[in-house]
């Protein structure tokens, strides 16, 4: 009996099955409070939407065929686009079991020339910018998580002084836009 318990455990807790499909849709704003709202004043945006197509490997990685696509819309209305694709190596994932639930976490690694065409700077001086989007899985369902919006890795440096007081987070992991639904 411990066996089949153990199995069923394991089998409740898998992520996703291997190969099936999940899309996460979510559009939204900006967090409303502290330093995270200054900096889409100060670029100009004024709402996102994301959209998270994904499937799971037999061994819990991203498949080769997942994508991460952001938007960010801008005053005027005008939207600045980029997605990112596992294929491409520019999309990773963190896939978190936790209790009946999943996170899948993903990472999406900005080239810096592209970013710079969203914040108006020159490439050289805006870093390593990653999109974070998290998706939870849960009784047969896929929402999008807490974890959603824009930091700086660490490694990089940010040359830009606009930029500069968002990329120093005293948690690497700290997101320096969190994206909001409305």
Do not use: N
């Not at 409303?32 to 996102?48: A, K, L, N, Q």
């Not at 948690?171 to 320096?176: I, N, R, S």
């Amino acid at each position: 009996m411990g066996l089949i318990a153990a199995a069923f455990v394991l089998l409740m807790s898998a992520p996703v099955l291997a190969g099936e499909r999940v899309r996460v849709s979510d559009a939204g704003g900006f967090d409303p409070s502290g330093r995270t709202i200054e900096f889409p004043d100060r670029f100009g945006w004024t709402g996102y939407e994301a959209v998270f197509d994904f499937a799971l490997d037999g061994d819990g990685r991203l498949s080769r065929s997942s994508r991460l696509s952001i938007a960010i819309v801008r005053r005027g209305g005008k939207r600045w686009k980029y997605s990112c694709r596992a294929s491409a190596d520019d999309l990773a994932a963190r896939v978190v079991p936790l209790g009946p639930r999943t996170s899948v976490i993903a990472e999406c690694r900005v080239k810096p020339k592209d970013f710079a065409k969203a914040v108006d700077l020159h490439p050289d001086d805006v870093g390593a910018p990653l999109f974070v989007f998290e998706a939870v899985l849960e009784g047969g369902r896929a929402r999008a998580g807490g974890q959603r919006g824009l930091r700086f890795r660490p490694d990089a440096p940010v040359a830009s002084l606009d930029l500069s007081p968002f990329a120093a987070s005293p948690d690497a992991a700290g997101l320096a836009v969190v994206f909001r639904p409305e």
